[in-house]
């Protein structure tokens, strides 16, 4: 793997270009232009200032010392508890509308844990369900904010 | 004058008031421990509970409620890298890595005290100057606070160290990347949305803060298989004393503290400009007067870096409430909740309110004080308590940031996107992170981003398009000749250590 | 009880509360009958749209005619999110209002909407605030028409800002006055602000020379001393200034009101509809609506169901043809 500054700088150059084209895109039709500045004035100043330090960062020489930049350390990151996370946290968003705030955040909390390696379902229970309970105690009856019950759950009591 | 103040002692004073206090401070600092529930909504949260009180009391109230929401967030700041509050975000820079070392207490404390400090020096300087900063206030143009922003982002990039300053300033322009999303503020018209009417309002400073702060912090001790927080946490409750600052640290982080309330102060004075601003600046200055070695722990776990922002941010809260009670204009959002809360009382802030009814003003101005006082009272008992949330083990605690994280952009906008949006945006930070890029530079470009894009165009509206708004008022020259002076900084500081090296 | 092992027991009592719950939440989610009433707000905590719709509910369950309200935020799109909601969810929403004002018209008109007011069935508007030009008080333009003579000597020199973005509420105010008077509005220079309130310090610091903002909070601004009011959007003179002019006074049509108003899901049945209509109509007779709009400044604006429609139709063709003639398409 390549040093992080050069990957670092090779991916922000891309993300500027890209950012650059579409500011191209943005409309600049006279009556949102105003003292000479209009939509895409400063995303397009944005674009060229990111490519041109991205460039800067990727060719320019390590700062006074011998050693290289540090490269890119992957190998011996624990990726599956990591990715296993992030997909529970988008499970959570998909089933949030569907299942409401309490089946979801239990459903949620309760994976996440099992992921990191907590096996016993006692402990589980124990950490999960008061502090969900709790919460929806606090914000719906304290603090009166209003949490929509879930789809799911309105469609069963529709029948 | 002074009777006026007298009468808002009294009145701050009496039984009844003092009990209000506490109770509005606990119920803030537990409500600013959520992130996303912060000082506005607490505030906003009180207003109907607050119209059976008489307003001496309800503005009491509402004082402790912000005050604690403002210490709840920088709780979560310092021990969950999560700011809530964008006050709060430079905190995260020092008081983080503290918690980190096991230092979790004195940390917590030093933020109660420089905040205390910083509300009360900032205090002072509006009981001697309040009458000649209604001026102060009215004297910012656009041109000027685009200025102030830019010369903000030119200095946090400036002082930066050692090979980072492209790294920097990359991320800087990243972060106005960033905030360029949504709708633009002068012509309404939508920029980046990709057709998403979520994306309409722009991603939201709460849920950049959260994701790219506490969600990818949580997950790179994942990604990292460390459990030190913990150890650290478990040791430092074994050990004595969390709390206690020795003479040398107190004295070590005075100076800052007394440079960073002024400093502070003036820049709430500013309509607009506020607790945030004001606390990056009083981070970068710090950072930049400090020499050698203790420049070089500012975002390690200097108590100089945790100690600035806390003054500045509380120092600015102070100095809004200038423009706030002197001319009726809210600086932030805040400040604006408390407006609708004081019209609603019937206390029309004006010019007219000093002159008129002093003795109405300096309760308001006494009965916020009070609340300052009160938290500190409160709270540092607790912060022992509360430093031990870190000894949670690690499989329960990750799991429970996440949901805090994830559930408290989630209240901000009831919006299922957002959650969506903070899982893209946490990974993005963690492969930031891993490329050594820094963060702290993209959320204040961020923050600042739109602020600045705003003034600059209203700006050249009002000059018509030619730069000459620059240098043709005395106080933008002046501003940006300072810019110019910051940004040239890197290039003499390297060509003096090549000299001594050479 | 049988003793089971141990993971057994943990399951049952596991799948046991997770029913539970799912119970509950089903009971609170039991049919809404019209005696209770589910307003959706398209904006934050504490917002305009936010106290104008926790106000209505609350001033009509006290005063009895309703049992209870209940209150969602729903932000998100500049409004729309909760919009496309309501949309979307129509056939379980008939006991279900959602606030709005201006934003909906302007926002639909210039695309950032992919739906409209005619997409939601009109249930009221409740209450108003005209437009309002200003300046300061040591101002050398005494009157609107020493405002407009100034104007045609030197549009330049003559800023008019605002607390909303170029072609939204407050530009389209100045527009319309500037029109009214006899200038030339492709001249207007109209300086946009985030809020009414930064608009304010601008006129105060002097970026600006005029103001174009809501009625209410001009008057409780000049009350405060900071600024003197030169004209309405009224259809006349304003009870609390008589000496202030109404621009329609110098042309005819150079009126504008800020309303904000409930809408209710499309497919609401009229009957429902003009229920809720007349609930808003009783409600604005009761003392403790009265002594809430003292408190907030606002003023009584009532355009029940067609009226009302007819009078978004209306202001619709003000508003896309005012922006037309600025530039916008």
């Not at chain 1, 500011?23 to 490519?51: E, N, V």
């Not at chain 1, 991205?54 to 320019?60: E, V």
């Not at chain 2, 109230?61 to 975000?89: C, D, E, Q």
Request: net charge positive; hydrophobic share 55%.
């Amino acid at each position: 793997m390549g040093s992080r500054d050069r990957i670092g700088g090779l991916i922000m150059l891309a993300f500027s270009l890209a950012y650059g084209l579409m500011a191209l895109a943005l409309d600049s039709s006279a009556g949102l232009a105003a003292g000479g500045f209009s939509p895409r004035t400063l995303p397009l100043i944005l674009a060229a200032s990111g490519a041109l330090l991205a460039l800067l960062l990727i060719l320019r020489p390590p700062p006074g010392t011998a050693e290289a930049p540090p490269a890119l350390q992957l190998r011996h990151l624990n990726w599956r508890p990591a990715l296993l996370l992030c997909a529970v946290m988008l499970v959570y968003a998909a089933i949030f509308p569907y299942l409401g705030f309490i089946l979801s955040t239990v459903i949620f909390l309760s994976a996440a844990m099992v992921v990191l390696g907590i096996r016993s379902p006692r402990l589980l229970l124990l950490a999960v369900l008061p502090v969900t309970l709790l919460l929806w105690l606090v914000l719906s009856r304290l603090l009166g904010i209003y949490l929509a019950p879930g789809e799911l759950l309105l469609l069963l009591a529709a029948q | 004058m002074w009777q006026g103040i007298e009468t808002g002692l009294v009145t701050a004073f009496s039984i009844s008031n003092l009990a209000v206090v506490v109770v509005g401070c606990f119920a803030g600092t537990v409500i600013g421990m959520l992130p996303g529930l912060g000082p506005i909504s607490a505030i906003a949260l009180m207003i109907p509970i607050s119209y059976g009180l008489d307003p001496a009391a309800a503005m009491i109230l509402m004082a402790g409620v912000y005050y604690g929401a403002i210490f709840g967030g920088s709780t979560s700041s310092i021990l969950i890298n999560a700011p809530g509050v964008a006050g709060t975000v430079a905190t995260t820079f020092d008081g983080y890595p503290l918690a980190r070392r096991g230092q979790a207490g004195k940390a917590l404390a030093i933020a109660a005290y420089a905040s205390f400090s910083g509300g009360t020096l900032a205090a002072l300087l509006l009981l001697l100057a309040a009458p000649a900063l209604a001026r102060v206030s009215l004297s910012f143009q656009s041109a000027d606070y685009f200025a102030l922003m830019l010369f903000g982002l030119v200095a946090v990039c400036a002082f930066a160290g050692r090979g980072q300053v492209v790294k920097s300033l990359l991320m800087t322009v990243f972060g106005l990347m960033l905030a360029t999303v949504g709708t633009d503020p002068t012509a309404g018209v939508p920029r980046f949305t990709f057709g998403q009417l979520d994306l309409i309002d722009g991603i939201s400073f709460l849920l950049l803060a959260m994701a790219s702060f506490a969600v990818s912090e949580a997950l790179m001790t994942v990604l990292n298989n460390e459990d030190s927080a913990r150890q650290a946490a478990k040791a430092a409750a074994a050990g004595a004393g969390s709390l206690a600052l020795s003479k040398k640290e107190v004295a070590e982080i005075a100076p800052a503290v007394g440079r960073s309330s002024v400093l502070g102060f003036f820049v709430g004075v500013l309509p607009g400009a506020g607790g945030t601003i004001a606390s990056f600046l009083a981070w970068g200055m710090e950072r930049g007067l400090a020499r050698g070695a203790a420049r070089a722990a500012f975002g390690k776990g200097s108590l100089r870096g945790l100690a600035a922002p806390e003054t500045a941010n509380n120092a600015a809260s102070t100095g809004s409430f200038v423009p706030l009670l002197t001319l009726g204009i809210p600086g932030s959002g805040t400040t604006a909740v408390m407006l609708g809360a004081l019209l609603s009382f019937g206390i029309q802030p004006g010019p007219r309110l000093y002159i008129e009814e002093p003795a109405v003003f300096w309760s308001v101005i006494i009965s916020m004080y009070v609340g300052n006082i009160v938290l500190l009272i409160l709270n540092l008992p607790l912060i022992p308590y509360i430093a031990r949330l870190l000894a949670v083990r690690k499989e329960i605690l990750v799991p429970l940031i996440l949901f805090f994280s994830l559930i408290g952009v989630y209240l901000v906008s009831f919006n299922v996107f957002d959650l969506w949006l903070m899982v893209l945006v946490g990974v993005a930070a963690i492969g930031l992170r891993l490329l050594g890029l820094p963060l702290a530079p993209m959320i204040l470009g961020f923050i600042l981003g739109d602020i600045m894009e705003d003034n600059l165009r209203r700006a050249l509206i009002i000059s018509n398009g030619s730069p000459a708004f620059l240098w043709a008022r005395p106080s933008t020259l002046f501003i940006i000749v300072a810019t110019a002076l910051v940004a040239l900084f890197p290039l003499f500081n390297r060509r003096a250590q090549a000299g001594e090296g050479g | 009880m049988a003793r089971c092992r141990r993971g057994q027991c943990a399951a049952a009592l596991l799948l046991a509360w997770l029913l539970a719950l799912g119970g509950v939440a089903v009971a609170a989610a039991a049919v809404v009958k019209p005696a209770r009433i589910h307003f959706i707000i398209p904006g934050g905590a504490g917002g305009g749209w936010d106290r104008t719709a926790r106000t209505a509910g609350d001033v009509l369950v006290k005063g009895g005619l309703l049992q209870s309200a209940s209150f969602e935020n729903l932000s998100g799109g500049g409004g729309g999110k909760a919009i496309g909601y309501l949309i979307k969810t129509a056939e379980r929403q008939h006991a279900t209002l959602l606030v709005n004002s201006v934003p909906i018209l302007v926002r639909s008109i210039s695309g950032i909407f992919p739906f409209s007011h005619r997409d939601l069935t009109p249930v009221a508007a409740i209450i108003g605030d005209y437009g309002a030009i200003a300046v300061r008080p040591d101002s050398s333009l005494q009157s609107i028409e020493q405002l407009i003579a100034a104007f045609k000597r030197d549009p330049l020199q003559l800023r008019i800002g605002g607390g909303s973005v170029r072609g939204d509420l407050d530009h389209i105010v100045a527009a319309m006055a500037i029109r009214a008077l006899g200038g030339d509005l492709q001249q207007l220079v109209y300086v946009p602000y985030d809020s009414g309130g930064k608009a304010v310090v601008g006129l105060l610091t002097g970026e600006i020379q005029a103001l174009s903002t809501g009625f209410g909070e001009a008057l409780e601004q000049m009350r405060a001393g900071q600024l003197r009011i030169l004209a309405v959007t009224a259809p006349q003179r304003p009870p609390q200034l008589p000496a202030v002019p109404a621009l329609s006074e110098y042309g005819s049509g150079a009126e504008f009101a800020n309303w904000r108003g409930f809408f209710g899901p499309p497919g609401l049945p009229a009957e429902l509809a003009d229920h809720y209509a007349a609930l808003l109509q009783e409600m604005q007779a009761l003392p403790a609506w009265e002594e809430a709009r003292e408190r907030n400044g606002w003023v009584n604006f009532y355009r029940p169901r067609a009226q009302f429609a007819d009078f978004l139709a209306a202001q619709e063709a003000v508003i896309s043809a005012l922006r037309r003639d600025l530039g916008f398409r």
